[in-house]
């Protein structure tokens, strides 16, 4: 397959709206590959590398040879090529790393490039989510989709569900199972205004736990070997032998749990999410790192025991489960109730202790792998500022045409505005469409991708929380911010200060 038919199939599918639509010109493109390329094909169109990460950003791809003329690259030479790139270390490597990339480069037409390039950036974004590509697969290899969903949960690589799928069929599909030692991808939570809705979502009674702003782990302990993996299924093991050794303290045999790993203070209360993060990222001296911050790891689900998946199980099943193999200590704390009073006093003691909220999470359902389904919903306080449109960047994909990412600031009380971060997030097409004639009338500058505006116009966001930030003058920045609505009724004058963020920071 040539990489031409993946960057025509990324175009199309960006400018088509309707998911089916996506689906259909997806579930085409992945018939016609051969099942040795469906994972590069499936992680191409759904912006991704089969590598993860192989160190090309912006700064790498400035100077690039001009395009070919006529397509040439097949799938599988890019495949190859980003994993030489990604395994090139050592004295060197960069100018290696360098001349393959300009080869490749110079190989791939103008369509081809582009499409290289937003892959190689994180910026091949055009709807290709894995919902829909899971539909996607389905449809190529003629298969129900709840069999293509399961067997991507099991196997945590849609790529590699895909290949079997084309090449197997129903029973390559069946053949994928729990594994000891080989990571699923985690159920998520969908999202509800307060604890009363989840309820009235949920039906019932419902457990209610602590929502912590940590990071996501699955462990698995097969015997005397234990294995640690994050939310993305990266293996870090080796940088958390605290969790290790909680899950060799366990009374079993072999298990699969899942929780977060979390940086806490003295007092028992969470450090901020960076000093969690810093110390997962870090790959130092283990020992010293663990010194300085020390994790803790605190698990919510039991997946299997001893034998015994538990995947299928009600929720209520596998939380006595948990609680009969891991100490009190290294739970979440947990309620059961179906009383919204009762819950929101819960949720006011999550919050009185630092963290982020809470999760409400159905008794009888299932855990549904790889889906942010209703059985579990998370509810958050929801901060806001009114904040100043500073720049806006040029769409792509089924943006294109569109004024689509927003650079927000914060009013200086000393003069002029701090930029706090980006967003694209909340725009409906109705608000696209305003916002690029309202931000239009206030260029000041563009140089084809970022224009800047006179800082005039004043937006409503909504955030989950502030974090230290050394990207942004300001040292801070907004986690997870979405537009609410825009402020006419308001000068930049009248929005928000940095300092209100700092105190929010401080808090």
């Not at 590398?49 to 097949?74: C, K």
């Amino acid at each position: 397959m040539l990489l031409r038919e993946l960057a025509d199939t990324s175009d199309a599918v960006g400018a088509t709206p309707a998911r089916l639509g996506k689906v259909g010109l997806l579930a085409a493109a992945l018939a016609r590959a051969e099942p040795a390329q469906a994972p590069a094909a499936v992680a191409y169109l759904s912006g991704e590398l089969v590598q993860r990460q192989i160190g090309v950003g912006w700064a790498a791809l400035r100077a690039v040879p001009p395009p070919a003329a006529e397509p040439s690259l097949t799938v599988a030479e890019v495949d190859r090529v980003f994993g030489a790139i990604g395994g090139t270390a050592g004295p060197g490597s960069q100018a290696v790393r360098r001349d393959l990339l300009a080869g490749l480069f110079a190989r791939a037409t103008e369509p081809e490039q582009r499409f290289l390039r937003r892959l190689l950036t994180g910026e091949l974004r055009q709807g290709a989510l894995e919902g829909v590509m899971v539909d996607a697969v389905a449809r190529a290899a003629g298969l129900p989709v709840r069999d293509v969903r399961r067997a991507a949960m099991l196997r945590g690589d849609l790529g590699a569900v895909a290949a079997a799928a084309l090449a197997g069929g129903a029973a390559a599909l069946a053949g994928f199972r729990l594994e000891v030692g080989r990571p699923v991808q985690p159920m998520l939570a969908g999202t509800a205004e307060s604890v009363a809705a989840a309820l009235a979502t949920l039906g019932a009674t419902a457990a209610v736990e602590w929502k912590l702003d940590g990071a996501r782990i699955q462990v698995h302990r097969s015997g005397r070997d234990v294995g640690v993996w994050t939310r993305s299924l990266d293996d870090v093991t080796a940088r958390l032998p605290e969790v290790v050794e909680a899950a060799l303290a366990l009374p079993v045999s072999d298990a699969v749990l899942d929780g977060e790993a979390i940086a806490l203070r003295p007092d028992g209360r969470p450090q901020p999410f960076q000093v969690t993060a810093a110390r997962l990222g870090s790959r130092g001296d283990t020992g010293a790192l663990r010194a300085a911050t020390p994790l803790t790891p605190v698990l919510f689900d039991l997946l299997h025991l001893d034998g015994a998946d538990l995947l299928d199980a009600p929720g209520a099943d596998r939380a006595a489960a948990l609680a009969g193999v891991v100490p009190e200590p290294l739970r979440v704390a947990r309620t059961v109730t179906g009383s919204a009073a009762e819950a929101d006093g819960f949720f006011a003691g999550a919050l009185a202790a630092g963290h982020e909220g809470v999760v409400v999470k159905s008794l009888t359902g299932p855990y549904e792998a790889g889906r942010r389904g209703s059985g579990w919903l998370k509810v958050k306080p929801r901060h806001t500022l009114d904040l100043v449109v500073l720049a806006v960047e040029r769409g792509h994909g089924r943006r294109t045409g569109w004024l689509s990412n927003l650079h927000l600031g914060a009013r200086d009380p000393a003069g002029g505005f701090v930029m706090l971060g980006k967003t694209f997030k909340g725009l409906t097409d109705d608000l696209l469409r305003w916002q690029t004639e309202r931000l239009s009338a206030l260029a000041v500058a563009d140089d084809g991708w970022l224009v800047r505006v006179r800082p005039e116009l004043v937006v409503e966001i909504a955030f989950d929380g502030v974090q230290t930030s050394p990207r942004y003058p300001g040292g801070v920045a907004l986690r997870f911010a979405r537009v609410l609505r825009y402020r006419e009724d308001k000068t930049a004058a009248e929005a928000d200060t940095i300092d209100t963020v700092r105190a929010l920071h401080a808090g």
